[in-house]
């Protein structure tokens, strides 16, 4: 799967010399954890999180304390420019989706800008990996059954079934066929594979399909 099918439109774009109050704002009425940041040119700055917007709007109360507080902190921010992070990890939309997941994770990144030449197209965030993992197997039969009756010529013999993700394809056995299933994989959002399995045969008396089975 490619970056592009996993991304989200970036639900607020701020700019450098907004108020870090009204970033903070802008943040809880579109409920977003983290938020794009542009220059005056309309390039990327940096990026910006609601723990980097409400850092310094808490201080501690010292009668709560059975001591002396220290000195008291630096003075608060007040534009986004101050506030964001400029180091930005940034991706693009023909890169691997699962290897830009696990790099998520594995560095804590809260999201990910993705750019085209330059402009930033979209962002892929934390929830947006979840969504993928979270996905129905349903969903995802639904999907693959659908592209494969538009990609395939003569589908009645293929069957689709969906675990936890893995697509099995059993009754495509021309290669032609399986290299058009077999492209699904980068383009349905949360397929983790497929595997193509081989027709079992019938046994007598037997009916049905597993209900996880979907015949195109």
């Known amino acids: 799967m490619l970056v592009r099918e996993m991304m989200s439109t970036p639900g607020v774009l701020l700019t450098e010399d907004l ?7 802008l943040l809880a009425e579109n409920r977003c954890d983290s938020a794009v940041v542009l220059d005056a040119n309309g390039t990327l700055a ?17 009668d709560a304390y059975h001591r002396a507080l220290g000195p008291p902190p630096d003075p608060a921010t007040h534009r986004v420019s101050e506030a964001m992070t400029r180091a930005v990890v940034t991706t693009a ?14 560095t804590r990144i809260w999201c990910v ?13 934390r929830r947006d990996v979840m969504g993928l993992v979270l996905r129905a197997d349903s969903d995802i039969r639904d999907e693959v059954v659908s592209e494969i009756s538009r990609r395939v010529s003569d589908p009645q013999d293929v069957t ?25 994989e980068r383009t349905i959002p949360g397929v983790r594979g497929i595997v193509f399995a081989q027709p079992a045969p019938a046994e007598p008396g037997e009916h ?3 209900p996880t089975r979907a015949a195109i």
């Open 208 to 210: 049905g399909q597993e």
């Open 113 to 125: 800008p993705v750019l085209r030449a330059g402009t930033v197209v979209g962002l892929v965030r």
């Open 46 to 62: 940096g990026i910006v999180t609601e723990s980097d917007l409400l850092a310094d709007y808490f201080e501690a109360t010292p």
């Open 160 to 184: 689709v079934a969906v675990r936890d993700g893995t697509v099995e394809v059993t009754g495509a056995t021309a290669p032609q066929t399986r290299r058009s299933v077999a492209a699904l």
């Open 93 to 106: 939309e023909g890169e691997d989706a699962c290897e830009l997941s696990r790099r998520i994770f594995e």
């Open 19 to 25: 108020p870090v109050r009204e970033a903070a704002r």
